[in-house]
């Protein structure tokens, strides 16, 4: 077993002394397993963390899924926005009346288009 000379605070070094003599240790033995402890928990939590680095590969593709298809309402929403302002535009004597009609057509696309992206989520 190799030797290693570690300097501790006053006070930390009291607490080691005082909890060896509670578990009926030496210090050395004690200040190994903290040490042996230690090591453990910082191996777990690199493991944890590479854990989490890895990217489900259904969830990327859900992910880019859910990506696709809400490009897809906004395209929809978009061309259903234009189609309805063009025909509301194809008689002028009713410029007032178009206008309201586009904005209600707008409103009823983006909450369409709302409720779609609420359930994906």
């Avoid at 009926?24 to 090591?39: D, F, H, S």
Wanted: charge should be neutral; aromatic fraction near 4%.
């Amino acid at each position: 077993m190799e030797r290693i000379t570690v300097s501790l605070y006053e006070e930390i070094s009291e607490k080691i002394n005082q909890r060896a003599k509670a578990k009926r240790l030496k210090p050395a033995a004690y200040t190994r397993q903290l040490i042996e402890l230690g090591l453990r928990i910082e191996e777990m939590s690199e493991q944890k963390n590479e854990d989490q680095n890895k990217e489900d590969p259904i969830e990327k593709a859900l992910t880019s899924l859910k990506k696709l298809v809400e490009k897809e309402f906004l395209a929809s929403q978009e061309s259903l926005y234009l189609v309805r302002y063009l025909l509301a535009n194809s008689n002028e004597k009713n410029s007032g009346d178009n206008k309201k009609m586009l904005e209600q057509a707008k409103l009823k696309s983006q909450s369409v288009l709302e409720v779609y992206q609420e359930e994906m989520a």
